[in-house]
């Protein structure tokens, strides 16, 4: 199978302070993850693609300075929601793709993240 | 602007019927259409099709892409109650590079009574 572990599974912090989410393939190598975040009843939105080894690359109006991303090896990339605030209570969710033949490829999800910021 | 459209938003049906839920896109440079089926957590992959009219089939799960239509269907027979949940459709673009965004649709939500 395409295992993808997150952690932690539920966090709350206080305002201001800074959250750090892992995100890892168990039993593949990841050369690419993706960051999403989903808001209550919506669908699941891009954040950014994290590719080992270089600088993620971010959707339009997501702060990278607010949501750093590093993604040192093939099987773990970390979000780091820095300065959190309320507005930033979420759910984020990391898929890694695992590449199936030439041409195609499949995003396996994590179990994602709660994030709550008092 | 590249948008992937799912139908209807939810449905709530009885077990043992039968449903179609559909996705429509308008993505460039298409590459792929996926199909998850998200309960309480994460989502878990059901499907994915390349190629047009090849159904794929899991179980009482079916899926047909239709390039030409730009849309796809997912059919569940004789469903169960553990078939409620939020299924979303996604379409896998090729950007040109190593990797391949999905854009999601906005799921449909499907309820099914005992």
């Known amino acids: 199978g395409a295992v993808v572990s997150q952690h932690p599974s539920r966090v709350i912090c206080k305002s201001g302070t800074s959250v750090k989410i892992e995100c890892r393939s168990l039993d593949f190598q990841a050369t690419t993850m993706f960051w999403y975040r989903q808001f209550p009843k919506q669908s699941l939105m891009l954040m950014a693609t994290s590719n080992e080894g270089s600088k993620a690359t971010y959707e339009q109006g997501v702060e990278k300075d607010k949501f750093l991303i590093n993604h040192a090896s093939l099987t773990l990339s970390t979000l780091t929601v820095t300065s959190a605030h309320p507005e930033d209570s979420s759910f984020y969710i990391c898929s890694a793709r695992r590449p199936q033949g030439a041409g195609t490829d499949t995003q396996y999800f994590g179990p994602g993240t709660r994030l709550t910021v008092l | 602007e590249d948008k992937v459209v799912q139908s209807p938003l939810s449905l709530v049906v009885h077990e043992g019927d039968t449903v179609t839920l559909n996705c429509s896109y308008e993505?460039?440079?298409?590459?792929?259409l996926l199909w998850y089926k998200q309960e309480k957590k994460a989502p878990t992959f059901l499907f994915m099709l390349?190629?047009?009219?090849i159904e794929k089939k899991s179980g009482r799960l079916s899926s047909i892409l239709d390039k030409k239509e730009l849309s796809s269907i997912l059919n569940i027979t004789a469903t169960q109650t553990g078939d409620s949940a939020i299924y979303l459709c996604a379409v896998g673009q090729y950007d040109g590079g190593a990797t391949n965004k999905l854009i999601f649709g906005t799921g449909t939500l499907l309820a099914v009574q005992p």
């Open positions: 993505v460039t440079n298409f590459r792929s």
């Open positions: 390349t190629s047009s009219g």
